[in-house]
């Protein structure tokens, strides 16, 4: 199982990103799939999570400015990322819950004020 992460870079207050983790070996529409980030010196957090039967959920920090999805056909997950705020920099990770928890490489977003 592998997941390729793309997307990220650096954005100014407001602007938007998209973030893409393609995945080999494992068939995302069985998982339930999730994006995590992490800034310095804070623990990882869900900031996005997709289930098999395609609900989602985002905690209140990005609910309404990140959207994750999810395209079976590519094996791909998505998060859209929009509105984006300073606070949001951070080193963002996409996961699939499997009997085990597969992470991507990581991919930095840097939001500039």
């Known amino acids: 199982v592998q997941l390729v992460q793309s997307g990220g870079g650096l954005v100014t207050a407001g602007g938007s990103l998209r973030l893409s983790c393609v995945v080999s070996?494992?068939?995302?529409?069985?998982?339930?799939i999730s994006w995590y980030r992490q800034a310095p010196g804070l623990a990882r957090e869900m900031v996005a999570d997709?289930?098999?039967?395609?609900?989602?959920y985002y905690p209140y920090s990005v609910k309404g400015r990140f959207t994750i999805s999810r395209d079976n056909a590519k094996n791909t997950v998505y998060l859209q990322m929009d509105s984006l705020k300073p606070e949001d920099t951070a080193v963002y990770y996409c996961?699939?819950?499997?009997?085990?928890?597969?992470w991507g490489q990581g991919t930095q977003v840097t939001v500039s004020s």
């Open positions: 996961g699939l819950q499997s009997w085990r928890i597969y």
């Open positions: 070996g494992i068939d995302v529409s069985a998982n339930a």
């Open positions: 997709i289930t098999v039967g395609g609900s989602t």
